[in-house]
């Protein structure tokens, strides 16, 4: 019996019951899988930019209802890896996989990305996890008569569960993938107590803000052979402020350069901004200090990127 049939046997009784589950979602890189999740969870808990691999880390979002949690994972995008460190980040987006209930997989409209889509797709068959596909950026469309083809396109290639046309940055749609993914969700316990909106801890997300700051305010490669560090997170009067020393590190002596700025005008925007943004998401005053430092060659050497939480043991 299909899993859908099953479900529509079930009685009102055992529909009251509570369900649980890890929804993965993959994609392309920048095609707004970080986005969606802050949407779907009304809360910022995972950066985002207009630049491709922002995201480097499976980032965990809880969301609690009266009768479901369901456990969204963002992962860095999947692309063509050069080099060893994205090959990291795209094994992080597959090994995900595995472990998903159901997957959410976001395209955008434009074609650029269908290689790499393909490559998803493949990969989407083999695990058999039911699937939701999301068509993002729908806002940015200017021609709304090109859905259709493009949805009737990805049917033929896939069993979707569903296939929803969205707008992540604006809202639109996010209810009904929200509806698509509680339909696919096994009965299960609550994994977290229901305040948990993530189980990562609060220095990986200050890392994570003064990094998305660099992405935003940097050019090039620089965002890139960025990674941040928080040496201190110290809470003082009760947590009515706390106190954190964070480093960035760069792999050149000229991305050095580059982020501290002329006079340091630039570390300073950068802590500015990234200071605003860590106030919000602690709830509290923070007084922030910003180091740089060289890393010489730190996306190659095993032991930088297990210190930088890149990879596990190295
Ligand atoms: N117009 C429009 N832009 C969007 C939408 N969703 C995301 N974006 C923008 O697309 C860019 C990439 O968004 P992210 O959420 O960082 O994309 P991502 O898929 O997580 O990217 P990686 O982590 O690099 O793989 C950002 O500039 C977003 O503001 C959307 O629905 N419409
Ligand atoms: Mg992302």
Same mark, same amino acid.
């Given at each position: 019996?299909?899993?859908?049939?099953r479900?529509?046997?079930?009685?009102?009784?055992?529909?009251?019951?509570?369900k649980?589950g890890?929804?993965?979602?993959?994609?392309?890189?920048? *095609?707004g899988?970080?986005?969606?999740?802050?949407?779907?969870?009304k809360q910022k808990?995972?950066?985002?930019? &207009?630049?491709?691999?922002?995201?480097?880390?499976r980032?965990?979002?809880?969301?609690?209802?009266?009768?479901y949690?369901?456990v969204f994972?963002?992962?860095?995008?999947?692309?063509?890896?050069?080099?060893e460190?994205?090959?990291?980040?795209?094994?992080t987006?597959?090994?995900?996989?595995s %472990?998903?209930?159901? *997957?959410i997989?976001?395209i955008?409209?434009d074609?650029?990305?269908?290689h790499?889509?393909e490559?998803?797709l493949?990969?989407?068959? %083999?695990?058999?996890?039911?699937?939701? +596909? #999301?068509?993002?950026?729908?806002?940015?469309?200017?021609?709304?008569?090109?859905?259709?083809?493009?949805?009737?396109r990805?049917?033929?290639?896939?069993?979707?569960?569903?296939i929803?046309?969205?707008?992540? =940055?604006?809202?639109?749609?996010?209810?009904?993938?929200?509806?698509?993914?509680?339909a696919?969700?096994?009965e299960?316990?609550?994994?977290?107590?229901?305040?948990? #909106?993530t189980?990562? &801890?609060?220095?990986?997300f #200050?890392? %994570? =803000?003064?990094?998305?700051?660099?992405?935003?305010?940097?050019?090039?490669?620089?965002?890139?052979?960025?990674? #941040?560090?928080?040496?201190?997170?110290?809470?003082m009067e009760?947590r009515?402020?706390?106190e954190?020393?964070?480093t960035i590190?760069?792999?050149?002596d000229s991305?050095?350069?580059?982020?501290?700025?002329?006079?340091?005008?630039?570390?300073?925007?950068?802590?500015?901004?990234?200071?605003?943004?860590?106030?919000?998401?602690?709830?509290?005053?923070?007084? +922030?200090?910003?180091?740089v430092?060289?890393q010489k060659?730190?996306?190659?050497?095993?032991?930088?990127l297990?210190?930088?939480?890149y990879?596990?043991g190295g």
């Amino acid at each position: 019996m299909k899993e859908w049939e099953r479900r529509s046997l079930v009685t009102a009784e055992e529909n009251k019951s509570f369900k649980s589950g890890f929804v993965a979602i993959v994609g392309a890189p920048n *095609v707004g899988k970080s986005t969606l999740l802050n949407k779907l969870l009304k809360q910022k808990i995972s950066i985002t930019a &207009p630049k491709p691999q922002t995201t480097r880390n499976r980032i965990t979002g809880i969301l609690t209802g009266g009768d479901y949690q369901i456990v969204f994972i963002d992962t860095p995008g999947i692309h063509k890896a050069e080099d060893e460190f994205n090959r990291g980040l795209v094994d992080t987006a597959l090994s995900t996989l595995s %472990e998903a209930d159901a *997957v959410i997989f976001m395209i955008e409209p434009d074609t650029a990305g269908q290689h790499m889509n393909e490559f998803i797709l493949q990969n989407l068959r %083999e695990i058999g996890t039911p699937v939701i +596909l #999301v068509i993002n950026k729908v806002d940015a469309l200017s021609d709304k008569r090109l859905l259709l083809p493009l949805m009737q396109r990805f049917q033929e290639r896939m069993d979707f569960r569903a296939i929803i046309p969205a707008s992540a =940055l604006s809202g639109d749609g996010t209810d009904q993938v929200l509806a698509g993914v509680l339909a696919l969700l096994p009965e299960g316990p609550k994994f977290y107590p229901e305040e948990y #909106v993530t189980d990562q &801890p609060e220095r990986f997300f #200050v890392a %994570e =803000l003064i990094r998305e700051k660099i992405f935003h305010l940097a050019h090039q490669e620089v965002p890139y052979a960025v990674a #941040v560090m928080v040496d201190r997170f110290t809470e003082m009067e009760e947590r009515e402020r706390i106190e954190i020393d964070a480093t960035i590190n760069v792999e050149r002596d000229s991305q050095k350069a580059i982020i501290i700025g002329k006079g340091g005008l630039m570390l300073k925007e950068i802590g500015k901004q990234a200071r605003k943004e860590i106030e919000t998401f602690l709830g509290c005053h923070v007084y +922030l200090s910003l180091f740089v430092r060289v890393q010489k060659n730190w996306r190659k050497d095993l032991r930088a990127l297990a210190e930088f939480g890149y990879r596990q043991g190295g």
